[in-house]
C-alpha cells in the first residue's frame, strides 16, 4: 500500500512539472535565470582595441606588429603575408562584440591593414612611398639648325662574278 501511494504521488508530480512550461507564470520566470543553467562569458582570440591599431604604422616589420598586437590567431599558410586578429565576446550565449584586423605585408614590412567591426573602421592604409620632387631642368637656348652635309656619291657596285657549273650536274 505504501508503495502504491509513493507510485501516485510520484506520477503526480512529474504530470505537474511537465505541465509547467505551459503556465503563463513559468516564462516569466524565466527571463530572470530562474531554473536556467548559468553560461559563462566567453572571449575568444587576441584583444584587438582601436588603440592597438593606431600604433600601427606602414613600414613596421613583422616583429613591431607581433609586439604591438599579439602572436596572430590565423596565420593562413596559402597567405603568408596576411596575418588576422579575430575577437569575439559572447555573454548568456549570444554575441555582444566581434571585431577583426587583418595586416598586410609586402616585403615583411606591413602595408596596409584593414578592419572590421572597429568604431572608427580603419580604412586601408598603404604605404607608398614618397616620391621627391624633380626639379623643373632649364630650358636649354635654342641653336641655329647646322647646314647639311652633302651626300658622297654612290660607289658603283661591282659585278659578281658568274657561278662555275658544276660537273654532272646540268
Not at 42 to 55: A, F, H, M, P, Y
Not at 71 to 86: C, E, G, K, M, P
Request: proline letters at 11%; charged letters at 15%.
Amino acid at each position: 500500500m505504501r508503495v502504491l501511494l509513493i507510485l501516485v504521488w510520484s506520477i503526480a508530480i512529474l504530470s505537474g512539472l511537465t505541465g509547467c512550461s505551459s503556465w503563463p507564470g513559468f516564462s516569466n520566470l524565466a527571463k530572470y535565470n530562474f531554473l536556467s543553467p548559468y553560461k559563462l562569458d566567453i572571449q575568444q582570440g587576441n584583444d584587438v582595441t582601436e588603440s592597438k591599431v593606431d600604433q600601427l604604422k606602414p613600414g613596421m616589420t613583422r616583429a613591431q606588429v607581433q609586439f604591438i598586437m599579439g602572436t596572430s590567431v590565423l596565420q593562413d599558410i596559402f597567405h603568408a603575408n596576411r596575418w588576422d586578429y579575430v575577437y569575439t565576446m559572447r555573454h548568456d550565449g549570444r554575441l555582444i562584440a566581434s571585431r577583426r584586423v587583418s595586416v598586410f605585408f609586402v616585403d615583411d614590412k606591413l602595408d596596409h591593414i584593414v578592419s572590421h567591426g572597429m568604431g572608427n573602421n580603419v580604412a586601408a592604409t598603404p604605404a607608398t612611398p614618397a616620391t621627391p620632387a624633380t626639379p623643373a631642368t632649364p630650358a636649354t637656348p635654342a641653336t641655329p639648325a647646322t647646314p647639311a652635309t652633302p651626300a658622297t656619291p654612290a660607289t658603283p657596285a661591282t659585278p659578281a662574278t658568274p657561278a662555275t657549273p658544276v660537273p654532272g650536274k646540268s
